[in-house]
Antibody, heavy 119, light 107 residues
């Protein structure tokens, strides 16, 4: 079955960077976009951007440009998201999710990776 | 950015009740709207896409309607496993945005 499995929880200090990975299985990795979404404690969902695993092209909202880097390794069907210059308000559950194009609904989602930023 | 406003934010209901959640967009998004269910500490699960198309495997008690700026998610007869949070998402234009969520609790 189609599955996205993410890396484990991370605890970081302010100013550091974090990298979260998302391993895909059950489908052809390069046929679907991978998105990144986060959810701060008790809050709603915020889209961080996508990567097209076929081309490596990425897109993210202006808010995250310069701070988020999305990459992929097609040899191991894995997408990664690095967030730099972490702040306390980056503490959140980070999800990867799949879609057929860059602007379409997400299905399925990874299980989530908790990133905690604290001094 | 397109803002999605869900109402209500909290909803208390009983098993067997019919409930409706509304999602209003700050500008027209055609039918490019999805609904997700999320349980605590878990990933969202796609319920409905294109405003009214039921995702495969989702029970038929869930339904969606609307287009343009106003959309609804209806659960015709609440089951115990339906008590969760629900989010809408627009995919009409970048950046994709989500509603703030509706938490459905047992009365």
């Amino acid at each position: 079955q189609v599955q996205l499995v993410q890396s484990g929880a991370e605890m970081k200090k302010p100013g550091a960077s974090v990298k979260v990975t998302c391993k895909a299985s059950g489908y052809t990795f390069t046929d679907y976009y991978i998105h990144w979404v986060r959810q701060a404690p008790g809050q709603g969902l915020e889209w961080l951007g996508w990567i097209n695993p076929h081309s490596g092209t990425t897109k993210s909202p202006q808010k995250f440009q310069g701070r988020v880097t999305m990459t992929r390794d097609t040899s191991i069907s894995t997408a990664s998201m690095e967030l730099r210059r972490l702040r306390s308000d980056d503490t959140a559950l980070y999800f990867c999710a799949r879609s057929l194009t860059g602007l379409l609904w997400f299905d399925p989602w990874g299980q989530g990776t908790l990133v905690t930023v604290s001094s | 950015d397109i803002q999605l406003t869900q109402s209500p934010s909290f909803l208390s209901a009983s098993v067997g009740d019919r409930v409706t959640i509304t999602c209003r967009a700050s500008q027209g998004i055609n039918s490019y709207l999805a609904w997700y269910q999320q349980k605590p500490g878990k990933a969202p699960k796609l319920l409905i896409y294109a405003a009214s198309t039921l995702e495969s495997g989702v029970p038929s008690r869930f339904s969606g309607s609307g287009s343009g700026t106003e959309f609804t998610l209806t659960i015709s007869s609440l089951q115990p496993e339906d008590f969760a949070s629900y989010f809408c998402q627009q995919v009409n234009s970048y950046p994709s945005t989500f509603g703030q969520g509706t938490k459905l609790e047992i009365k």
